[in-house]
């Protein structure tokens, strides 16, 4: 039977997994696999695995648990190995790559941080700010040239582009100084930031206050959404 891995930990990891069930309908029971250096809880993959509330949660349970207790490389949900004998012999062959990435992970978490502006706002400044759009457009409105009109989009869009790409520097800089490092994913639109920050659970307080702050300097016309603390799935 396929085995469906929750997360690898050092082979002295307590693995506090009383009271605990995996995913699965009946739950599943979780187990370890161990070598000399690591372990993997893991259970029996269910047939037709998808992700309800009742599994997610139930993945989401086990990783909690095991990071309370100490350094733990979560696996996102739904990732299943052929069995347990290929398992172990992954956690053997990768046991150096494992180990250092638990060090790195030990007493970390993750936040992911969501940012954006209203467009309206920020055209309003490309307009207050670049003299060539600015005179494009009073061309563009004045003669209704479709070549003009063409020139006149391509340009706003490399500008918003271009500011985008900025804040999102200046954001993940101002926050540098409270986290280990960051891991950048593609905005979404209307966004100009997606990224998830690796923080040390001691820092968490800064971290999100630094947050907070940077959010009131920008005012209303910024968006912000800061979620976590999670397992750190965007640093393993």
Known sequence: MSTYIYA???????????????????????????????????????EGLRA???DVMAHQGVLEALMAGGATLPMRFGLVGPDDDEVIAALDREADAYGERLAELDGQVEYNLKAGRDEEDLLREIMTESEEIRQLNERTRAQGSHDDRVALGELVA??????????????????ADVVTRNSHAEPAPQQFLNLSFLVPRARTDAFVAAVQREADQRGDAYSFTLTGPLPPYSFV
């Open 52 to 54: 309800k509330r009742r």
């Open 8 to 46: 690898i930990t050092g082979a002295d990891h307590p693995l506090p997994l009383n009271g605990l069930h995996g995913v699965g309908e009946p739950a599943s029971t979780l187990r370890t696999l161990s070598t000399d250096r690591l372990a993997a809880v893991v259970s029996d993959a269910p």
């Open 158 to 175: 490399r500008e918003v582009a271009e500011r985008h790409r900025r804040e999102a520097e200046d954001v993940a800089a101002r926050l």
